[in-house]
């Protein structure tokens, strides 16, 4: 059924394009955009000939302007739909083509969050006013794996010239405030939203006699690309460096949307207009049927949206509230925990051992507020409050009232155990008792209370303030309401929550710790350390991994191996020993921890990371031949992905998106494979083929040459031949 999702009306010679789907809260580039402005630019054309009109205004009736594209429709999109999507592209550009040629002066009055799409069609304005507000404007296309394919990389390169347009727009997707987005040149003015439409009305007005106004500056006689032309000799001189720099920011990972952001900003800037939207619609439709942008729509939209609306939260569980929160332990972690509740509206009471310790635990949060109001971000009355909201303390009493513990004392379990009786005494009967162990099974922690069924585990990961997970780890005697209130709280400080059942390292400890491993074990066979390192950044992890090692500290995994052993001991499983076992105990014996003690895998001075130790390579001399570097930069996904896989098989996982979500954000799985189970599914074989059995194969090929751990499970095979694994 044809629905109109653009009205047009004119009034007072100026024609009124508003957005205002009948079927949805918010207007979105769906099937029926094209028709719906495709009849309205139709109807302007004979009224602008006619003279009827003298002006037009782009606006929205929804509390949003307009959000892009139809996500459904483009994770769906394969080879096959490329010449469709093509065609599409080209339509819908070409009438906004036809509006910023139309021969009269036309504004868009932005109300509301304008990304991608929305933003693309107000850059065929003549003019952007924007609302005051709270909102975001940009063309964040690129988190998803896409471009701006409605003509935004065309635009913004000729609005702002190359160099601007890509570092301050495309390449970061940036998602910019009104104020922002003014001062990078997307919009034009900004004014109190209830005169926005009338602002827009008297730039009409004053445009009437003004044909320039009418015309976009791409499209003036002697128009020049701001900053120089891609020929000029300014640009030419820097323009072979752009590849490089890129190279350098995505560190060799094998990501495509930026690279054809730059390619499509650059050849599209060597040509004329029609020339170059036509080159960014097909880089634009290359990424959309290819891999990469279905991995990361998957994750970072679907099954984020999933999680932060609740997905993983129990049904039937009315919303919870929380007014005071104990913060026990006021050491690195329970000091950001202290700081992401008082930034919320929370009261935090924040105890350690002494009262100076609770001091510099609050101190944290005075040291970054005092960061934010110095540049701005935040007035010296919010600061002060902020702070006031946090009591440092020494005293159990001070946790009275108190509805919600987390506590983050040293990693111990006894000293746990005597910490809980205490909280216990003082914090409301119904407090819920949080942990934020990091290792230490939750089931065995809730036997030191009276209230197992409120006991959870809530796994920050550092620095709490800047990483956006929080994994929630449920007991074997957790209630639903613990999980329902956890997420709450989670959501409330905002925070992305996954849900995962017990188990030893629960989801993201054990999944990293196999990648970890695995670096490990490539420095046992001979692997040059180097190799190691440029393998996991190509791969597209964060950091490489030996780096990494350092920085969690080689005690901290020889600990956590002696328990485990502990745990298959007691439980009489047989122990399988790892071959970087070999690895972390001649690093121990030669009195190399990692960073903290100044000695590692690096050589550090004065806390700052230096070269590899050259020592490494007496110890693990370097193999004349060294393994395709594509077999390692596979061997360090493969692996994490087959423990998530046992993850979900035995319970500890619960679903899929928190996998997908919980891999990327808690711990650096490359964002382009859409996380540690998507993986699968979304696997692009060196070979061109793509999917679970292309994975499968691969990974017995891993089998073959690097160990069993590699070998794909029953449960697995049978994912992969269901022809929907872990969607
Ligand atoms: P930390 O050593 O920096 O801080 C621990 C704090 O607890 C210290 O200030 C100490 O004085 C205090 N403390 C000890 N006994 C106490 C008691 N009886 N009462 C009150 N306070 C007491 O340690 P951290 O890195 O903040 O880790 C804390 C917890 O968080 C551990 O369980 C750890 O496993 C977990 N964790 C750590 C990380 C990380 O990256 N460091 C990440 C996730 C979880």
Redesign the pocket.
């Known amino acids: 059924m044809n629905t109109d999702v653009i009205q047009y009306d004119v009034d007072e010679a100026v024609a009124h394009i508003v957005l205002d789907d009948p079927r949805q809260a918010a207007n979105t580039m769906n099937d029926q955009f094209a028709p719906s402005l495709a009849k309205a630019v139709d109807r302007l054309a004979a009224d602008v000939a006619s003279g009827a009109v003298r002006g037009v205004l782009v606006r929205s009736a929804k509390r949003t302007f307009l959000a892009g594209g139809d996500l459904n429709e483009l994770i769906a999109a394969t080879a096959d739909d490329a010449q469709a999507f093509f065609d599409r592209c080209q339509e819908t550009k070409s009438l906004l083509r036809r509006l910023e040629t139309i021969g009269v002066p036309v504004v868009a009055a932005i109300n509301g969050a304008a990304l991608g799409g929305g933003l693309e069609l107000a850059l065929a304005a003549h003019h952007r006013i924007a609302a005051e507000g709270r909102y975001d404007i940009g063309l964040p296309e690129v988190s998803l794996g896409l471009l701006p394919g409605g003509g935004g990389i065309t635009r913004v390169v000729r609005m702002l010239g190359l160099q601007s347009a890509l570092t301050k727009v495309l390449l970061n997707g940036a998602r910019l405030r009104p104020e922002a987005a003014r001062g990078v040149g997307l919009v034009d003015e900004i004014v109190p939203a209830d005169k926005l439409v009338d602002c827009a009305l008297v730039w009409l007005r004053d445009q009437a006699e003004d044909e320039v106004a009418a015309t976009q500056p791409w499209d003036r006689p002697g128009y020049r690309l701001p900053g120089g032309a891609p020929s000029s000799p300014k640009i030419a001189g820097i323009l072979p460096s752009f590849p490089a720099t890129l190279r350098k920011q995505l560190k060799g990972a094998p990501i495509k949307a930026p690279r054809s952001i730059l390619s499509a900003a650059v050849e599209g800037a060597l040509v004329d207009f029609d020339t170059a939207s036509r080159i960014e619609t097909r880089y634009f439709v290359d990424l959309v049927v290819g891999q990469q942008s279905t991995n990361m729509i998957k994750a970072l939209f679907f099954d984020l949206a999933s999680i932060n609306s609740g997905g993983s939260r129990p049904e039937g569980i009315p919303a919870s509230s929380i007014e005071k929160v104990a913060v026990?332990?006021?050491?690195?972690?329970?000091a950001g925990i202290a700081y992401v509740a008082a930034k919320a509206g929370l009261l935090v009471v924040l105890?350690?051992?002494d009262l100076a310790?609770a001091e510099r635990?609050k101190a944290y949060s005075a040291s970054l507020v005092a960061k934010q109001v110095e540049r701005g971000r935040l007035t010296a009355e919010k600061a002060d409050a902020l702070l006031g909201r946090i009591q440092p303390t020494d005293a159990y009493e001070d946790l009275s009232g108190a509805d919600f513990v987390v506590e983050?004392?040293?990693?111990s379990a006894e000293?746990?155990h005597?910490?809980f009786a205490e909280i216990e005494k003082v914090v409301a009967p119904t407090a819920l008792l949080g942990?934020?162990?990091?290792?230490?099974p939750i089931t065995g922690l809730a036997t030191a209370v009276t209230r197992p069924e409120d006991f959870i585990g809530i796994?920050?990961?550092?620095p709490v303030e800047k990483m956006p997970l929080v994994e929630i780890v449920v007991g074997d005697k957790t209630s639903d309401v613990a999980i329902a209130r956890a997420l709450d709280f989670a959501l409330l400080i905002r925070k992305t929550p996954i849900v995962v059942n017990d188990s030893r390292g629960f989801f993201t400890s054990r999944v990293m710790s196999t990648f970890i491993n695995e670096g490990l074990s490539m420095v046992s066979e001979g692997v040059a350390p180097w190799t190691i390192e440029r393998a996991t950044t190509q791969a597209g992890f964060p950091a490489p991994v030996l780096q990494l090692a350092d920085e969690l500290n080689l005690d901290l995994l020889a600990n956590v191996r002696a328990e485990s052993v502990a745990a298959a001991e007691a439980a009489g499983i047989a122990w399988t020993p790892h071959p970087a076992d070999g690895v972390v105990d001649t690093l121990l014996g030669a009195q190399r921890p990692g960073k903290l003690g100044e000695a590692g895998f690096y050589e550090y001075v004065d806390g700052r990371r230096g070269d590899l130790w050259p020592g490494l390579a007496e110890r693990f001399p370097v193999d004349k031949a060294q393994p395709p570097l594509e077999d390692l930069r596979d061997r360090l996904t493969f692996i994490m992905t087959m423990e998530a896989v046992a993850c979900l098989e035995e319970g500890v996982l619960r679903t899929v998106a928190d996998a997908n979500v919980g891999s990327i954000f808690g711990i650096g799985f490359p964002a382009h494979l859409g996380g540690a189970l998507q993986a699968v599914a979304g696997y692009e074989g060196s070979d061109g083929q793509v999917g679970a059995q292309a994975f499968v194969d691969r990974a017995r090929a891993l089998a073959e040459r690097y160990g069993d751990r590699f070998a794909p499970s029953d449960f697995l095979l049978e994912a992969a031949a269901s022809g929907r694994a872990f969607a």
Do not use: C, P, Q, Y
Not at 459 to 462: I, N, T, V, Y
């Open positions: 026990i332990g006021a050491g690195m972690m329970g105890k350690d051992r310790a635990g983050a004392v040293f990693e000293l746990k005597s910490v942990s934020n162990t990091s290792t230490l796994h920050f990961f550092s």
